[in-house]
């Protein structure tokens, strides 16, 4: 935490307490507060949780006579600058007040209790971002076609039923770090102009200290636990596409922001449809004389009735005709289209009566084929 920010904020009022009272009276309000407002005594409760963080960080100050005695002197100094700069004691701006950037009060009360300024433009950290989790999940396509709201298990960290988040031996307190003075970071020089800032390296980031940790979770006030969630997949996801749920991952750590969640989707195939997009495509099977001779074919639909499609006469095989509104969920609610890509089946086996029709066919069509003409020197150039 920035110097500014300690001198901001009344650790006398916090306990309860007058400036001039005694070290007894000190403690005396601090252990009521900290009993009262301990995690032990109202689990789950968030609110007695930032108010015993409260009372131990005032506690920590002015239970020392050296941090009181400075904590004083900035208090002071503190006061002076915000009435002075309003006023005419200090030129600079019009009323004889500073702006932002000619002057920044962090700069100047940078250094104590162990810290440093915030610098311009900087913020202190106020907690660690809980980790980021990936899973996957495994949907069918029909599912992956209109969507789907699927319950997921986790397995995750959560707040230690024991000790409640604090890490610390119930009926034991974390102390505010005395290396970062709770601000869970620490300069160094880097060799350069510029300093370094990084997590300190007493309290591993956290600002507090546990002296005595909890048995169950060894002082990390997390513990493994299971917990299921309600996944939203939306309609048109694509087979290994990552689906982001912010603030679904690990909760955060002194009150930073919870992880996010990252669901990896697997879509199963479809012995029938495939998907383009927005657009559904089928494949069908037509006969020789179906294509020759032109017909009206029934195509099966993902989620409906067949549809009824008209196959114009002399249809090649591999012809794609359209089937609108039959096909997958767009983002808007509409539907894209069925792509139907006709087969042309050449039968392997014939009766008699086929083979008697496939041979007046040949008969009819006489000596012309195909190919002809496809090697003759006009095709060639």
């Known amino acids: 935490m920035a110097a500014s920010d300690w001198a901001s904020k009344d650790f006398y009022k916090v306990l309860g307490v007058s400036k001039d009272a005694d070290q007894a009276a000190i403690k005396k309000a601090y252990r009521k507060l900290a009993r009262d407002n301990h995690p032990d005594s109202h689990p789950g409760n968030k609110a007695a949780e930032e108010r015993f963080k409260e009372v131990s960080e005032a506690y920590a100050v002015l239970s020392s006579p050296e941090k009181r005695k400075e904590y004083d002197e900035q208090r002071t100094?503190?006061?002076?600058?915000?009435?002075?700069?309003?006023?005419?004691?200090?030129?600079?701006?019009?009323?004889?007040?500073?702006?932002?950037?000619?002057?920044?009060?962090?700069?100047?009360?940078?250094?104590?209790?162990?810290?440093?300024?915030?610098?311009?433009?900087?913020?202190?950290?106020?907690?660690?971002?809980?980790?980021?989790?990936?899973?996957?999940?495994?949907?069918s396509f029909e599912q992956a076609v209109s969507g789907v709201t699927l319950p997921l298990r986790l397995s995750t960290d959560e707040a230690c039923p024991t000790c409640h988040g604090t890490g610390a031996k119930p009926g034991t307190v974390p102390k505010v770090c005395s290396k970062c003075q709770?601000?869970?970071?620490?300069?160094?020089?880097?060799?350069?102009?510029?300093?370094m800032t990084e997590p300190c390296s007493q309290c591993r980031g956290r600002g507090m200290v546990v002296e005595d940790p909890c048995t169950t979770c060894h002082g990390s006030g997390?513990?493994?636990s299971t917990r299921t969630i309600q996944v939203k997949v939306p309609a048109g996801v694509k087979d290994g596409q990552r689906i982001k749920l912010r603030g679904k991952g690990d909760p955060g750590a002194g009150g930073g922001p919870d992880g996010d969640l990252f669901v990896v989707v697997h879509v199963e195939g479809h012995r029938l449809f495939g998907r383009k997009g927005d657009d559904l495509t089928i494949t069908v099977p037509i006969a020789f004389d179906e294509a020759a001779l032109g017909a009206e074919i029934s195509v099966p639909t993902l989620d409906g009735p067949a549809v009824r499609l008209r196959v114009p006469a002399g249809t090649p095989s591999g012809r794609t005709m359209r089937a609108r509104g039959k096909g997958g969920t767009k983002k808007d609610g509409s539907r894209g289209d069925l792509l139907v890509t006709v087969e042309v089946r050449v039968p392997t086996e014939l009766n008699d009566e086929e083979r008697a029709a496939v041979e007046a066919l040949r008969a009819a069509r006489g000596p012309a084929t195909p190919r002809d003409g496809l090697y003759s020197e006009e095709t060639v150039s």
């Open 222 to 224: 997390r513990s493994p």
């Open 182 to 195: 709770g601000s869970g970071m620490q300069t160094g020089a880097s060799g350069g102009v510029f300093a």
């Open 77 to 139: 100094l503190f006061g002076q600058f915000k009435g002075g700069f309003g006023g005419g004691g200090f030129g600079g701006q019009p009323g004889g007040g500073y702006g932002q950037a000619d002057f920044d009060l962090g700069d100047l009360l940078g250094g104590m209790f162990g810290g440093r300024g915030r610098g311009r433009g900087r913020q202190q950290p106020r907690g660690r971002k809980g980790d980021d989790l990936e899973t996957e999940a495994t949907i």
